[in-house]
């Protein structure tokens, strides 16, 4: 799933010069419209129930409503930033019902009720022999190379917040624990992140340009059901230094 999700996030538009990015605009929908510009929904060819995505109102904001029945798929949008230059991710999410039988560690339980996904450009001086190989094959069959890797920030059902995790399908995803457990469940939840120190903690370097943003709710490895509604998502400017 997370090399599918890498391959869809091609062509990005690069964004500079601004003092934040406004990377999901969703409150400046219509309900029960489209999608903001440069959002489109991806499905994975090997799952056939897919996640239903859509813009509804919600406590006087409208903000995308995702439903999962047994399913999986995604909502992306391709957008190139520097993270060094806009360093800080925000979001709002709220989640309905944990996933009982999710397990961040295994393909079996790799489901969330809501992810909010970062993909970052191919980048070789990151990458060994054996993966360089296989991100030439991949650029002969797309045309394109996918990413290099993927920040993967998710509501977790148990493991503690700021945990760090591989993803069970790919290496180059780690996955951020942001919130556990059902403390938080049924509430509006305001979420901000430094994407450059996650990064450089999840993979000890500085990370190349990324190539999208993308937000997730699926259930299809366990079978369960789960409901999330995302809000706005922006990137802002690092901070001036404390002189």
């Not at 995308?64 to 925000?90: E, F, H, N, Q």
């Not at 939840?189 to 500085?206: H, I, K, M, P």
């Not at 409901?227 to 990137?235: K, M, Q, R, S």
């Amino acid at each position: 799933m997370a090399a599918a999700l890498a391959v869809a996030c091609l062509s990005a538009t690069v964004v500079v010069g601004q003092s934040a990015i406004d990377v999901g605009p969703f409150s400046s929908a219509a309900p029960g419209g489209a999608f903001p510009v440069g959002w489109r929904e991806l499905d994975f060819p090997k799952i056939p129930r897919h996640t239903r995505y859509e813009m509804v109102k919600e406590a006087s904001e409208v903000v995308i409503r995702a439903i999962s029945d047994g399913s999986a798929s995604a909502l992306v949008r391709p957008i190139r930033i520097d993270a060094k230059a806009y360093p800080v991710i925000t979001w709002r999410w709220k989640v309905e019902n944990l996933i009982a039988k999710a397990d961040s560690h295994t393909k079996a339980g790799d489901d969330y009720p809501a992810r909010v996904y970062v993909t970052f450009e191919y980048d070789a001086k990151k990458l060994g022999f054996l993966e360089r190989a296989q991100f030439e094959a991949a650029r002969l069959f797309y045309g394109e190379y996918p990413p290099t890797a993927a920040i993967d920030y998710i509501w977790d059902s148990r493991e503690p917040v700021g945990t760090i995790i591989p993803n069970a399908y790919s290496s180059r995803s780690k996955m951020v624990v942001v919130e556990s457990g059902a403390g938080k469940v049924g509430r509006w939840v305001t979420e901000e992140r430094n994407l450059l120190e996650d990064y450089r903690s999840a993979f000890g370097d500085d990370p190349p340009l990324t190539s999208a943003v993308a937000i997730m709710t699926d259930s299809d490895n366990t079978g369960e059901a789960a409901t999330a509604w995302y809000g706005d998502i922006a990137f802002e400017a690092k901070p001036p230094a404390t002189p």
